[in-house]
């Protein structure tokens, strides 16, 4: 298996996250152009919510990542990402695809509820890193201008010593994502 870093993977999620995109959430099935992707998310567990909102997929060299959410308008984030650094990363092709932790795992996952308050870096920030693995991603249509699919992961703030995650979550849905 490829060696994966989870601090350059930090690194470059935090220069990918710092983009400002200021499209207005107008999805598609809704009259739109495609100018934006729709997704719908569920979360249950330490805390339960439902989400509608933003889709987007940004392909780097050595990342891509599916971020849901995220927008102004939008009360939630989901980031579904795979990093190497070493070797790149292609785009994807349909699929079923892990989520978990980047090192034993195709993906990794996050989700923030910025209802409760929320950010990456802080409160309401839920990973799949620290809950152990067992998520799946779906990509069922795969092209340059449309990516579609559904997912399920599990995701914690934290974990205890014995390797309990704290306050796990499930999170699942479905999004129809356009590039960024």
């Known amino acids: 298996m490829k060696t994966r870093r989870y601090f350059s993977f930090f690194f470059v999620f935090a220069?990918?996250?710092?983009?400002?995109?200021?499209?207005?959430?107008?999805?598609?099935?809704?009259?739109?152009?495609?100018?934006?992707?729709e997704a719908n998310v569920s979360?249950?567990?330490?805390?339960s919510d439902e989400h509608s909102g933003s889709a987007f997929f940004v392909q780097n060299p050595h990342s891509f990542t599916i971020h849901l959410g995220g927008h102004?308008?939008?009360?939630?984030?989901?980031?579904?990402?795979?990093?190497?650094?070493?070797d790149g990363v292609s785009f994807p092709s349909t699929g079923t695809y892990s989520i978990g932790n980047l090192d034993n795992?195709?993906?990794r996952a996050d989700y923030v509820n910025r209802r409760l308050g929320g950010?990456?870096?802080?409160?309401h920030?839920?990973?799949?890193?620290?809950?152990?693995g067992d998520g799946?991603?779906?990509?069922?249509?795969?092209?340059?201008?449309?990516?579609?699919?559904?997912?399920?992961?599990?995701?914690?703030?934290?974990?205890?010593?014995?390797?309990?995650?704290?306050?796990?979550?499930?999170?699942?849905?479905?999004?129809?994502?356009?590039?960024?």
């Open 15 to 37: 220069v990918l996250g710092c983009s400002d995109n200021s499209n207005s959430a107008d999805f598609p099935g809704n009259g739109s152009n495609l100018d934006t992707g």
């Open 43 to 47: 979360v249950t567990g330490a805390i």
């Open 72 to 86: 102004d308008d939008d009360d939630f984030d989901v980031d579904i990402t795979v990093v190497d650094l070493e």
């Open 105 to 107: 795992d195709d993906y």
């Open 119 to 123: 950010s990456f870096f802080g409160d």
């Open 125 to 132: 920030h839920y990973t799949s890193d620290l809950a152990g």
């Open 136 to 180: 799946l991603l779906t990509l069922e249509t795969v092209s340059s201008s449309l990516i579609t699919g559904s997912f399920e992961f599990v995701a914690a703030t934290g974990v205890e010593a014995d390797g309990t995650p704290v306050d796990p979550v499930t999170v699942t849905g479905e999004f129809s994502a356009v590039p960024d």
